[in-house]
């Protein structure tokens, strides 16, 4: 009997109208929260039509050659350690099927800071700072203690182009609608060998605007390998790009902010654009070995090799 007063209690103290105990306190902040997202009602979409949006915007760029302002970030967060540099210029060049070439350029002084192309599953990494031209695959087996090392191409191009959705990938839509949040999200996922279930990637879009709005990408065991998030779309020769992107790479440890300040899409991108040859003079280092031991100096003339 004293259960049942006191449940019944509980409940005239959070019906009562003067917006004074904990329960209308808590359903009054929610209202307010939706309230001031209200005046731009949320789009609806089913998954089908979000896959589509996927394919079709990749599929309408070819190539595309952009200015860019980039911060780089060096450092882990879980390490508490991070060091951004700011203010650094780079041009990116990408040509299907997989060809990219990114150049960074030093803040104020806009030497070369890096430069790096890849066509496929080989790179080369060329840092004039410390004459050091890297060559090896973008697949990356251990993360190098140097983070300058674990910069690929492909990590820019997977988070820079969402490629659509493998044929045979099962996909799964979340509609993640609260107070604070407003956004599907899509994950992809795989059979593996031993008939379970693996997570490839969860894309997201944004429901004020059916916009993509961020990509996780994540290893056999579910780790995040790349976190890429996308604001500021806009048409760049009539096709869709996001002018702001924020890609994070935590197991390598790098990241960087990309801001468009100039883009050209589907205007051509020669050959020669892609070639990048070793310095002379620089040292060549193949990733997973140490750097390759310089050839032998030539005996002074007159005296024979011993």
């Not at 609608?177 to 008939?195: K, P, S, W």
Request: charged share 25%; net charge positive.
């Amino acid at each position: 009997m004293h259960i049942r007063r006191a449940a019944a209690a509980l409940l005239l103290f959070c019906l009562i109208p003067l917006g004074l105990s904990s329960c209308s306190i808590r359903r009054n902040r929610i209202i307010h929260r939706l309230a001031g997202r209200s005046a731009q009602p949320l789009l609806t979409a089913d998954k089908t039509a979000l896959i589509e949006v996927i394919a079709r915007e990749y599929n309408a760029v070819r190539d595309f050659s952009a200015t860019v302002d980039m911060t780089p970030a060096l450092g882990s967060a879980e390490k508490n350690k991070i060091t951004e540099y700011k203010d650094v210029r780079g041009y990116i060049l990408f040509r299907k099927p997989a060809e990219i070439r990114i150049i960074g350029l030093f803040p104020v002084v806009r030497s070369k800071a890096f430069d790096m192309v890849s066509g496929g599953a080989d790179f080369k990494l060329y840092i004039p700072s410390k004459n050091r031209f890297i060559v090896g695959k973008n697949e990356i087996e251990k993360p190098s203690p140097n983070k300058l090392e674990n910069l690929r191409p492909e990590h820019f191009l997977e988070a820079l182009l969402v490629r659509p959705i493998a044929p045979g990938d099962k996909v799964l839509m979340e509609n993640f609608t609260d107070e604070d949040n407003a956004f599907y999200i899509l994950h992809e996922v795989r059979e593996n060998g031993g008939g379970q279930l693996a997570l490839l990637r969860t894309i997201w879009f944004n429901r004020l605007n059916l916009t993509m709005s961020r990509q996780l990408v994540f290893d056999d065991q579910g780790n995040i390998l790349t976190d890429a998030r996308y604001d500021k779309w806009q048409p760049y020769d009539n096709v869709p790009f996001p002018q702001h992107i924020e890609i994070n790479r935590p197991r390598d440890e790098y990241g960087v902010v990309i801001d468009v300040v100039k883009m050209d899409i589907n205007k051509g991108v020669t050959d020669d654009k892609f070639v990048l040859t070793q310095p002379e003079g620089s040292t060549l280092q193949v990733v997973g070995q140490g750097p390759l031991a310089a050839p032998p100096a030539a005996p002074p003339p007159g005296k024979k090799k011993t």
